[in-house]
């Protein structure tokens, strides 16, 4: 079962416009992860932000976490056609079975150029 | 390496046929992970290992679903009688502990016909 889901399921926007991608999740988690996925390859890691964080940057990425609404935002700034991708976030949980990364749909991103 | 690696990267099996699917990790990482990902849904867990344990295999769809990790680095995923609903990505991850980040492997497509 996903415990993510990621809201808009699909994102297009211009090149040099921000994008924002929203994730919800049900149980309490350890920590949260965002990936990227271009089509037909694997995941990469973009940030991981722990239940003890509200906020974490990295480059162009911006993600807060609000753990009493179980919510999380993924912002990309100054989107580039490269930035093209699905979008997914992934939750850790707390106590037993903290391992196990629950992924939700995803979120697709066009972003043209 | 320098990642995880998986091979093969497509496999198209007859339907009742056998098939085995390799994952070789990063070197020195303790947790491995395999996911099912079907067509536009995020990652499915299936299986997780900690060194040569498996400790939890929940997400194994069936019986006919067996994963290995005998000497605690490479992992087997093997699936007899394949049926159509098999078809679907098979990724492998692995990451130093089982709450960091996952490093992803390009995953295995396999279409069961």
């Known amino acids: 079962s996903q415990q993510g889901e990621e809201d808009p399921q699909a994102l297009s926007i211009q090149e040099g416009e921000n994008a924002t991608m929203n994730c919800s999740y049900k149980?309490?988690?350890?920590?949260l992860q965002w990936y990227r996925q271009n089509s037909g390859r694997g995941l990469v890691h973009l940030i991981l932000?722990?239940?003890?964080?509200r906020e974490k940057h990295s480059g162009r990425l911006r993600v807060t976490l609000d753990t009493s609404k179980k919510s999380s935002s993924l912002l990309i700034t100054a989107s580039r056609a490269a930035d093209t991708a699905s979008y997914f976030c992934?939750?850790?949980?707390?106590?037993?079975?903290?391992?196990?990364?629950?992924f939700g749909k995803g979120t697709k991103l066009s972003v043209i150029p | 390496g320098a990642g995880v690696s998986q091979s093969p990267r497509y496999k198209v099996a007859k339907r009742g046929q056998d098939v085995a699917l390799r994952c070789d990790p990063i070197s020195g990482h303790v947790s491995l992970f395999w996911y099912q990902q079907a067509l536009g849904q995020g990652p499915e867990f299936l299986t997780y290992f900690q060194n040569e344990a498996q400790l939890d295999k929940s997400g194994l769809p069936s019986d006919r679903f067996f994963a290995e990790r005998p000497e605690g680095s490479v992992s087997t995923l093997k699936i007899q009688r394949t049926q159509q609903e098999d078809s679907a990505v098979y990724l492998c991850?692995?990451?130093?502990?089982?709450?960091?980040?996952?490093?992803f492997g390009q995953g295995t497509r396999l279409t069961v016909v």
């Open positions: 149980t309490s988690i350890n920590n």
């Open positions: 991850a692995s990451s130093f502990d089982r709450v960091t980040e996952a490093f």
């Open positions: 932000i722990r239940s003890n964080e």
């Open positions: 992934a939750t850790v949980p707390s106590g037993a079975g903290s391992y196990q990364l629950t």
